[in-house]
């Protein structure tokens, strides 16, 4: 088997090269800031955990090679004005948008796209940063130095924020986890829980829009469709080609987890539905020391990054899986000791798993 290189070795890169190990995979993944000359093989393969990468001896050496699986999608989708004309072109709901340009006032927005408007610098941007909200009633302006790398979006007033991911196969096979309600605390992605029974409904249509696209981009590998829920709409918000945090749970909950998914397709191995074995919850750990005490909570599972912890970054996260509420919602409780915001995390997970 080809040697599979992963650009970027934070956290999605550790995990990829963990979850290939079982299948016989050799897998290195590479730090984004290397300059390192890379022992290359003609029949090798190459991924990426990100969407963007600056310029330097490793990065352009993998960047160039013939077999960089979905090469050409990376730039198209993380640039946020091609993407949304991609989903535009194919017709899949969005939030009203517009680009923001040179001559491109607050007023015109307002008067475009109503009295809340959410500006999103085109490129890079994550965990709530690279946003802005104009708000009319505050006389909000478009700072200049916005003018011409952002887009201006509609505020959505939605009901919930859920995510698809899927993979697919070189020969056009897709498969799909079941829908994910996400709580999103100051653009941070703090607790996910899956599947949910109430969203069955809305599981078909997504598949029918996260499959469109990735047909479209003939993409090969695992792909996140982050979606607000608008009554029994979906209106796409964001796309990410690669694996993805709201799609964590699935290490403990599914019988295939995304990260191997993702490497079954890139090497060209047979897929497969996931079996999903029970409901599982993930709580993402951001800002926090260690603890080695959770591992003594029951069915806790504990992913350490090894980073710095620092305000606002992603250290870690915890997964559960169980076929027991009570299993879950015990877990919970043994967690009450996070700082703030989890407080409002740990409630929204026990309301929804107590619905």
């Not at 080809?2 to 979850?19: D, E, F, N, P, T």
């Amino acid at each position: 088997m080809s040697k599979i290189w992963v650009l970027g070795a934070g956290q999605l890169g550790a995990m990829l090269k963990q979850a290939a190990t079982p299948l016989g995979l050799d897998v290195e993944a590479i730090d984004i800031e290397s300059q390192a000359k890379l022992d290359l093989a003609d029949d090798d393969i190459v991924t990426a955990e990100r969407e963007e990468w600056p310029s330097t001896q490793a990065t352009d050496q993998l960047a160039t090679h013939a077999n960089f699986v979905n090469l050409q999608t990376f730039p198209q989708l993380a640039d946020r004005l091609t993407q949304k004309q991609l989903i535009d072109k194919l017709e899949l709901a969005t939030a009203p948008w517009f680009e923001v340009k040179q001559d491109t006032s607050a007023e015109q927005l307002h008067q475009d796209l109503g009295e809340r408007v959410l500006l999103k610098q085109r490129r890079g941007g994550y965990d709530g940063k690279g946003q802005h909200w104009l708000k009319q009633s505050q006389d909000s302006h478009v700072p200049d130095d916005w003018k011409g790398c952002a887009i201006a979006e509609q505020g959505i007033n939605f009901d919930e924020e859920v995510s698809l991911v899927g993979v697919r196969g070189k020969s056009g096979e897709t498969f799909f986890y079941p829908l994910t309600l996400n709580l999103h605390i100051n653009g941070i992605l703090y607790a996910s829980l899956a599947p949910l029974e109430r969203l069955a409904p809305l599981q078909a249509k997504a598949q029918q829009m996260l499959a469109k696209l990735m047909d479209e981009l003939e993409y090969v590998g695992v792909m996140a469709m982050e979606c607000f829920r608008v009554g029994d709409q979906l209106m796409i918000n964001e796309l990410a080609p690669r694996v993805h945090n709201s799609g964590h749970w699935t290490q403990a909950g599914a019988s295939v987890n995304q990260f191997e998914n993702h490497m079954r397709a890139v090497a060209g191995l047979p897929l497969a539905p996931a079996v999903i074995k029970n409901q599982s919850m993930m709580v993402n750990l951001i800002g926090v020391p260690v603890n080695y005490n959770w591992l003594a909570i029951p069915g806790l599972e504990l992913y350490w990054y090894k980073k710095e912890v620092r305000v606002g970054r992603k250290v870690g996260h915890l997964n559960a899986c169980s076929g027991d509420r009570d299993v879950l919602l015990n877990a919970l409780t043994e967690l009450k000791a996070l700082p703030e915001p989890y407080d409002q995390a740990l409630a929204w997970l026990s309301k929804q798993l107590s619905r």
